[in-house]
């Protein structure tokens, strides 16, 4: 293939052809190699003898030295992989070809322009294509195109000042930076917004806690050891006496023995039934959904064969000069400063020493003034001044806080006030209690009987717990095979002390309340 226009050049001198014939030049393009054409023009492809160019042409020959490289490409001087790498930077000969291949498909576009051709390749090659998107440049390329030298002479006016703007931009430092100014200004008018996120000061590393929502939930413990917690907002209110919703599906056979609510957030100290504590983190729980049986409580508390958690105390209740008061089934009573649970080990601590055969049943925080309130299983309940139940160590037996007759047991433990105007919430297993206020409950001394709290009939059965309640407080209350019902106090009547109550929640025939929490309700 020829590698410029001088075999069509001499043929014309030799009068072989005149500027213009049509037909077979038997000379090879030197662009694209087609042997058909006129003379100084191949159809195949568009390519002009550079040296037959007009005004017009010539001006935009001149008009930057780019074109001259690009007539060079056109010309194949050099191999056009070649000089696409050095005037694009390419490295490699696949993107060389690649961008060629890119300059291909607009020369394909334009079938009988060789300089539209060189404008849109000078415009890839300057990474503007905005320039050549604007209707108007298009419509100067058709006009190229047609012959008509005025659109072509506008084209080169514009591409040149285009040029000289840019060309001015990257050389001055303050002027690339007002261009930067200008269009950041641009993107803020347009993409502005309200900040959604808050700048603070870092408070050191991020924790699991950090990065876990605080919300309420609701931990079930059954007698198997298996542990979930569950959103308290999984359950609505319902009112008072219904049967309430599946709050565990149970193994056969298993039942559950221990509910509480806590925040996500909150590091609970846990106490069993037989006296030892173990310290846990809330959200440490298996979050589960409301049927879940969950998962095995091994890996969390490392509780031994018939131990159950009796109670729980929230860390963050704890104050200065504060205690953990607690009681066992047989009536013994334990206050110990509560700064001696605070370094708990993973396999637990000691928490109070038991007498063979009893077991913890309660644990309350109180300041040293607080007045106790323990009730019996049988419906019967004394109060009186803790301090006359004086503080001992960690691991210690207690002193006696209630008399109990023949066959009656400790169900709870409360911690009150002169002029406390909560009421005493009682719940019995049959699902019946009752709302009493904490004043009609006279302080007496210490070990006594006490005095009748509700009666324990065949209806109601004997009493499970007994908690401390506002009017506005929700109640958490669960049967052993997993039917959860939440309420609020203010559905309970408030009545006398001596009375049997209403029906709480109404449970299946060989079914029990195994245990009642309260919560305060948010209503931020």
């Not at 060389?96 to 020369?107: G, M, Q, R």
């Not at 979050?287 to 890996?299: D, P, W």
């Given at each position: 293939m020829s590698d410029d226009w001088s075999p069509w050049r001499e043929r014309e001198s030799a009068g072989e052809w005149n500027r213009g014939d049509a037909g077979e030049s038997g000379i090879d393009?030197?662009?694209?190699?087609?042997?058909?054409?006129?003379?100084?023009?191949?159809?195949?492809?568009?390519?002009?003898?550079?040296?037959?160019?007009?005004?017009?042409?010539?001006?935009?020959?001149?008009?930057?030295?780019?074109?001259?490289?690009?007539?060079?490409?056109?010309?194949?001087?050099?191999?056009r992989t070649a000089l696409a790498m050095r005037m694009r930077g390419l490295?490699?000969?696949?993107?060389?070809?690649?961008?060629?291949?890119?300059?291909?498909?607009?020369?394909?576009?334009?079938?009988s322009s060789t300089w539209a051709l060189l404008v849109k390749t000078w415009l890839r090659l300057r990474d503007e294509?905005?320039?050549?998107?604007?209707?108007?440049?298009?419509?100067?390329?058709?006009?190229?195109?047609?012959?008509?030298?005025?659109?072509?002479?506008?084209?080169?006016?514009?591409?040149?000042?285009?040029?000289?703007?840019?060309?001015?931009?990257?050389?001055?430092?303050?002027?690339?930076?007002?261009?930067?100014?200008?269009?950041?200004r641009e993107i803020r008018e347009e993409y502005a917004n309200e900040r959604r996120t808050r700048v603070i000061e870092s408070t050191g590393e991020v924790t699991d806690e950090d990065?876990?929502?605080?919300?309420?939930?609701?931990v079930v413990l059954s007698e198997e050891d298996y542990i979930k917690r569950t959103p308290v907002e999984t359950f609505r209110t319902q009112h008072r006496g219904g049967k309430g919703i599946i709050g565990a599906d149970l193994k056969e056979g298993d039942r559950v023995s221990t509910v509480f609510t806590a925040s996500t957030h909150d590091y609970?100290?846990?106490?069993?039934?037989?006296?030892?504590?173990?310290?846990?983190?809330?959200?440490?729980?298996?979050?589960?959904?409301?049927?879940?049986?969950?998962?095995?409580?091994?890996?969390?508390?490392?509780?031994?064969d018939g131990e159950d958690l009796t109670a729980v105390v929230n860390t963050d209740d704890f104050g200065e000069e504060e205690y953990l008061t607690m009681v066992t089934?047989?009536?013994?009573?334990?206050?110990?400063?509560?700064?001696?649970?605070?370094?708990?080990?993973?396999?637990?601590?000691?928490?109070?020493?038991?007498?063979?055969?009893?077991?913890?049943?309660?644990?309350?925080?109180?300041?040293?003034?607080?007045?106790?309130?323990?009730?019996s299983e049988h419906g019967m309940a004394i109060r009186f001044d803790e301090a006359e139940a004086r503080s001992t160590g960690r691991a210690t037996k207690g002193v006696n806080g209630?008399?109990?007759?023949?066959?009656d047991a400790v169900a709870g433990l409360v911690a009150t006030h002169e002029g406390d105007e909560r009421a005493l919430f009682t719940v019995t297993e049959n699902g019946y209690g009752k709302r009493t206020?904490?004043?009609?409950?006279?302080?007496?001394?210490?070990?006594?009987?006490?005095?009748?709290?509700?009666?324990?009939?065949?209806?109601?059965?004997?009493?499970?717990?007994?908690?401390?309640?506002?009017?506005?407080?929700?109640?958490?209350?669960?049967?052993?095979?997993?039917?959860?019902?939440?309420?609020?106090?203010g559905e309970v009547s408030t009545v006398g002390r001596n009375t049997k109550g209403v029906k709480i929640m109404d449970v299946e025939d060989g079914d029990h309340v195994a245990a009642v929490d309260v919560f305060a309700r948010d209503d931020e």
């Open positions: 393009c030197p662009a694209c190699g087609a042997d058909t054409g006129y003379v100084h023009k191949c159809v195949a492809c568009g390519l002009v003898d550079p040296a037959d160019h007009d005004e017009g042409s010539h001006d935009l020959e001149t008009s930057h030295p780019a074109f001259g490289q690009l007539k060079q490409c056109v010309k194949k001087s050099e191999p490295r490699t000969v696949a993107q060389a070809e690649a961008w060629l291949d890119a300059a291909d498909d607009l020369h394909a576009a334009m079938t294509p905005d320039a050549f998107d604007e209707p108007a440049a298009l419509r100067q390329l058709v006009g190229a195109e047609n012959g008509r030298d005025e659109p072509r002479r506008h084209l080169v006016s514009y591409l040149a000042g285009r040029i000289e703007r840019l060309e001015e931009i990257l050389s001055e430092e303050s002027e690339l930076l007002g261009v930067i100014v200008e269009e950041l990065l876990i929502p605080e919300e309420d939930v609701v609970l100290l846990c106490f069993t039934n037989q006296g030892k504590v173990y310290q846990l983190k809330t959200y440490q729980i298996p979050e589960m959904s409301r049927t879940a049986r969950g998962q095995s409580a091994v890996n969390l508390l490392d509780l031994d089934r047989n009536g013994t009573v334990k206050r110990t400063p509560a700064t001696e649970y605070e370094d708990v080990l993973s396999t637990g601590i000691i928490g109070i020493r038991l007498e063979h055969g009893d077991e913890l049943v309660d644990v309350e925080v109180t300041d040293g003034e607080s007045d106790l309130v323990i009730a209630i008399k109990l007759r023949d066959g206020p904490l004043t009609e409950y006279r302080p007496q001394s210490r070990y006594g009987y006490g005095l009748t709290d509700i009666k324990t009939d065949e209806r109601n059965g004997n009493v499970v717990t007994v908690k401390a309640v506002t009017e506005d407080d929700h109640l958490v209350a669960m049967s052993e095979s997993g039917q959860i019902l939440r309420t609020v106090a």
